[in-house]
């Protein structure tokens, strides 16, 4: 089966290949380029004008005027934080198959305390993980799987470490599809497993990771009516965009210096890069973010292609990392990332398990908390200043991806010391930072006792 991106683009976008720009009027299942096979993304020919205005007339002071007004709307469209942007999204007429469960509009907060941690003025997070099932994926999920409901699929399915399918159990169900997930057997945290199963998802738990997860959906969807929602789904990517665009909104488009985001299958900070180019292009900002990308560096397949081969080859790794939701060694969207790296002047980074312990906690002691693999940008970030690559004056923005509660067994553990084998460097760093539970007789005198030792130490 085949569908026809004229049906959803219209006249205003297309979908190329990123390699050889083929046209793809009708992708297959798998979304590559039926040509030489390398993704597909979404190109809007008719942005490219002289004066950086749309067909329609609208130009980026008068969009920004009316994303305004749009929230302060009761139409469910509106009072999305993706379909608000709808814009510089590709055209949805039929709104009725739109399904939205009021994604995006995330909060962006002051990080004081991490700021004066890792050696900057000022520092904020855009925190995604307080979208409606916990993650950024659903302000991708949104755009996707109401393409899938639009062509009238049945069931959407997806490999994933967790999130995606969290996202896409959700919103299939909200559109009365059919969902089919592939997890990794063991490395998927309970929140987002329990998550897929009460949205109504078919759950395999299958013994492999998540690389071998995606290998065998590409081949499901190619022999069952299945609609494809991993990132590589270049629709997917439409939606993420509009975090980007949300953060320079709240930022009364003011430029940060830099945004740092964590990279896994690279979806997310293709899809951020890709924002961003789109916005300067059309006249919204006058000049780029760098966007640097993190890694744990037991899943440091981007770090170490653009450190060995200049971005110019994939290195796969055999990934191992506790934060689970980006254990990923073959990452999809790697070229996307590399072009977004090199258009923006980002770096890559990578942090080690103890990096991303100690930082999770740190983001989570300002009141914040996030899911591990969010941690690894407040991580990443400390190294980049050492590094000099981010100037103690400038600005910097962490995309904190996933919940807090996502997770919860990583923090237990963390608090318990149990992330660590006792008597390591990590576990002797990380015990001042613990806070586990403290098991007492229900008297006043040992609850008073308590306090005033907290209070001492
Ligand atoms: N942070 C979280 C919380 C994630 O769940 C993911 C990816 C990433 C970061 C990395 O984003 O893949 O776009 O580079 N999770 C996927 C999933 C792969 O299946 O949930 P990416």
Known sequence: MVQSSSAVCGKTCELRCIACDHAADAPGQNFRCPACGDLLEIVYPGWKTDQGLRPSGLNAASLKALW?????????IDQSGVWRFRELLPPFPD????????EGDTPLYEMPSCARIAGVQHLLAKHQGMNPTGSFKDTGMT??????HREEFRWVGCA????TSASMAAYAARGKMHSLVLIPEGKVSWGKLSQALDYGAVTCQLKTDFDGCLRVLNEVVQRAPVYLLNSVNPYRIEGQKTAAIELLEQLDWQVPDHIIVPGGNLGNS???GKALLEIKELGFIAVLPKISIIQAEGANALVRTVRETGGKKLIAVQAETAASAIRIGSPASWKKAVRVLQETGGTVEQVSEMEIALAKAEIGAEGIGCEPASAVTLAGLKKLVKAGFVKSGESVVLMLTGHLLKDPDYTLKFHRGELFAAGTNEARTLAGKQRAPIVLEASVDAVIATLKHAEQT
Request: positive net charge; aromatic residues 0%; proline residues 3%.
């Open 95 to 102: 709104q009725q198959k739109i399904i939205t469960l009021r």
């Open 270 to 272: 293709s899809a951020i």
């Open 143 to 148: 755009l996707a799987a109401s393409v899938a």
């Open 68 to 76: 305004r007004t749009r929230r302060k709307s009761l139409a469910p």
């Open 160 to 163: 994933s470490t967790g999130n």
